[in-house]
């Protein structure tokens, strides 16, 4: 089991940065989990935007390679994501998400927290 409460979003203008943080509380034995954060804007799908698999590898989607930066401090058991550059596009919910199949697609992950939203206006 694992619980996930994210905070850190807001409203920026274009070309801002945000940084979300994501406290994970993990429950039972099973402890190893792959990580990630997507974002469902109004009418939208949910798009996966980054990920950190157990071994440490991560990926992003391509609307956010070389802008978002996906961290984990496995000390502090806090998710990060470190967003640069912001674009009225990157307007969404954004959901903090484990999983312990990491064959499994971001958006497909079975825990996930409560949301933190984030607004960029132009």
């Known amino acids: 089991q694992v619980r996930l409460v994210e905070s850190g979003g807001g409203s920026v203008q274009a070309g801002g940065s945000l940084r979300l943080s994501c406290a994970v509380t993990?429950?039972?034995?099973?402890?190893?989990?792959?990580m990630g954060w997507f974002r469902q804007a109004p009418g939208k799908e949910r798009e996966g935007v980054a990920r950190?698999?157990?071994?440490?590898?991560?990926s992003y989607a391509e609307s956010v390679k070389g802008r978002f930066t996906i961290s984990q401090d496995n000390a502090k058991n806090t998710l990060s994501l470190q967003m640069n550059s912001l674009k009225t596009e990157d307007t969404a919910m954004y959901y903090c998400?484990?999983?312990?199949?990491?064959?499994?697609?971001?958006?497909?992950?079975?825990?996930w927290g409560p949301g933190t939203q984030v607004t960029v206006s132009s």
């Open positions: 950190i698999n157990t071994d440490g590898t991560t």
């Open positions: 993990r429950s039972g034995y099973y402890n190893r989990y792959c």
């Open positions: 998400a484990a999983d312990p199949r990491c064959e499994r697609d971001i958006v497909e992950f079975v825990y």
